[in-house]
């Protein structure tokens, strides 16, 4: 069975076309900077002449889908205009509030129920609700599924999902917390379970994606403990334009002092604040760091902010668990910056986080593994993330045997 996988993000829109269950990648890619005309490209894997990819005519993510589907009739893996050999259709997308508790078939009321959830995630669920409704208008015999970042935080406790405030927020408007990064968190952590030959279910594990968006979970013996990111991806670590955890009298206090309203201030603390306001040189850490090694002191101030709150974290879900036998890197950030691994499990051998300084160097640019040492007693990995396959597994556990 062929399915074809979409991930939207803000500005980008990843693809992936697979054969299930055999989880054989036929190939992928991204269309990146869409809606900037003289930056946005088509990256194919593996076929790709140049790894910069090609420049493309694409404003929106409707176009970007155009663009990949005519790819993929040019590469011939399957034919989208007769539409027999594209099986299925699977779509991330980051917040299904507490309406959708699993991976779910789109029909018509999915459509209306996916529509209500956009302002939760207003960077990231208009671009793929367009994307859904476009392979509808494409691809119209061809069934999707849809897969939520949040579904996977479902066994979340009730002591970590609640916030402490009337019940009747809950209740009545969902207020509570959700997690992001679900599909990344779940792909990483079946990949430690293998690699260390635990099941998942015997497995205290700490996971940490860190990307232009950051979280943290913990993982106890086959369910999550706990989840950095709240009711919205704004919640926990500081991020590449995020805040992170910040006190909500803040909001009042600038409406008061400023004139703003709240929608304003959220879109600043959403897309104007994290490692970009602090560090005034851009969102990319890489280059924050670079900065930093010029004797920037605002990159430098940037950075120790970053780690910070990373360890803070890490340390609280180490106790929480009562001690972890794992931690894993993922992400861009996560699974490519050796420095900032290094600055964020320095000092931890007590704890049992030893870290081997040359195997954490040689793991960058998509290679994977332990970089801990043998007797570390915490045992700690990189690796990278793989979302698409993640949806691929789900939407054809949910679908794939009524399609044979």
């Known amino acids: 069975m062929r399915v074809l996988i979409f991930n939207s993000g803000s500005s980008s829109l990843k693809f992936k076309l ?9 190939f992928g890619g991204i269309v990146e900077n869409i809606g900037e005309p003289e930056e946005c490209r088509l990256v194919m894997r593996p076929s790709s002449s140049s790894p910069e990819g090609k420049s493309v005519d694409c404003m929106d993510h409707g176009q970007a889908l155009d663009i990949i589907l005519k790819e993929i009739d040019v590469q011939g893996a399957c034919s989208v205009r007769g539409r027999e050999k594209i099986d299925l259709l699977g779509h991330r997308l980051v917040h299904g509030k507490d309406i959708f508790k699993t991976p779910a078939l ?5 459509l209306k129920d996916i529509d209500a959830l956009k302002e939760l995630a207003p960077l990231h669920m208009p671009p793929a609700i367009s994307v859904l409704k476009k392979c509808r208008e494409r691809l119209p015999d061809t069934p999707q599924v849809v897969c ?5 935080f479902q066994s979340m406790p009730e002591r970590s999902y609640r916030y402490a405030v009337p019940r009747r927020w809950q209740q009545d408007h969902g207020v509570r917390r959700y997690g992001f990064h679900g599909l990344s968190h779940q792909y990483v952590s079946q ?12 497995l205290k594990l700490i996971s940490a994606h860190l990307g232009n968006g950051a979280s943290i979970t913990a993982f106890d ?9 709240g009711f919205t991806p704004l919640e926990g670590l500081i991020m590449g334009t995020r805040s992170g955890d910040i006190d909500p009298a803040v909001l009042p206090y600038l409406k008061d002092r400023t004139g703003m309203d709240c929608r304003a201030i959220l879109d600043i603390l959403n897309t104007g604040s994290g ?16 900065e930093r090694k010029k004797g920037n002191s605002d990159a430098a101030l940037a950075v120790d902010m970053y780690v910070h709150r990373l360890r803070k974290y890490i340390g609280a879900y180490f106790f929480a668990l009562s001690g972890a036998q794992a931690f894993v890197f993922t992400g861009g950030v996560g699974e490519n910056s050796w420095e900032l691994r290094e600055m964020i499990i320095s000092g931890w051998d007590s704890l049992g986080f030893v870290l081997d300084k040359e195997a954490n160097r040689i ?3 998509g290679r994977s593994g332990m970089i801990s040492t043998e007797t570390s007693k915490v045992k700690i990995f990189v690796v990278r993330t793989d979302e698409e396959r993640m949806i691929a597994r789900l939407a054809f556990g949910l679908t ?3 399609l044979k």
Request: include cysteine.
């Open 18 to 26: 697979m054969d299930m269950p055999s989880e054989i990648e036929v």
């Open 106 to 110: 789109v029909n018509e009321r999915v």
């Open 148 to 152: 939520f970042d949040t579904t996977f």
């Open 191 to 202: 990949r430690v379970s293998e690699q260390m030959g635990i099941n998942l279910s015997s």
């Open 221 to 229: 013996r086959g369910g999550v403990l706990d989840t950095s990111m």
């Open 275 to 290: 490692l970009m306001a602090v560090g005034g040189c851009g969102r990319d850490l890489r280059s924050i760091m670079n």
């Open 363 to 365: 793991a960058v640019n």
């Open 400 to 402: 794939g045997h009524d």
